[in-house]
């Protein structure tokens, strides 16, 4: 009887924490540097995968940062709009999200009139997920 009840609670354990991972899902970033040239625009692709198909984003908060950088906020969406108030003055106006494809996971960033300065180590960053996107910008 005891190993019947013992063989019970580990499956109901399994199934709890295999329910759990659906929620949580995963980000997908690039698996080399992104290389871009002064001056060009670029996009640091990042999407939001969930095992349970629900990758929307739509209504979550999207965060991009650089982590050596003061203020750090590179671009900030949450209730559904961009809350760019403490974003770093050197990514002002030239930031922005696929607002269109949010719902399909896609997270990713438009950097445009890209800098020498922009080179560093993007956190792309959705709940309590994240994943970093190195850039590298030539002349």
Not at 22 to 30: A, K, S
Not at 50 to 79: C, I, M, Q
Not at 96 to 107: A, I, P
Request: glycine share 6%; proline share 4%; with cysteine.
């Amino acid at each position: 009887m005891k190993y019947y009840l013992v063989r019970a609670m580990f499956f109901l354990l399994v199934v709890t924490a295999v329910s759990g991972a659906d929620d949580t899902g995963y980000l997908v970033g690039p698996t080399k540097p992104v290389l871009i040239a002064e001056g060009d625009d670029v996009i640091l692709p990042c999407t939001l995968k969930n095992p349970n198909g629900n990758n929307n984003a739509f209504d979550k908060t999207v965060e991009w940062s650089r982590l050596d950088l003061n203020p750090k906020e590179v671009h900030f969406y949450r209730n559904i709009r961009d809350e760019n108030a403490d974003q770093n003055t050197n990514y002002k106006e030239r930031t922005s999200l696929f607002r269109d494809d949010l719902e399909n996971g896609n997270v990713s960033l438009k950097l445009t009139r890209v800098k020498l300065a922009d080179t560093g180590n993007y956190t792309c960053s959705v709940l309590s997920l994240e994943t970093v996107i190195q850039l590298i910008v030539g002349k």
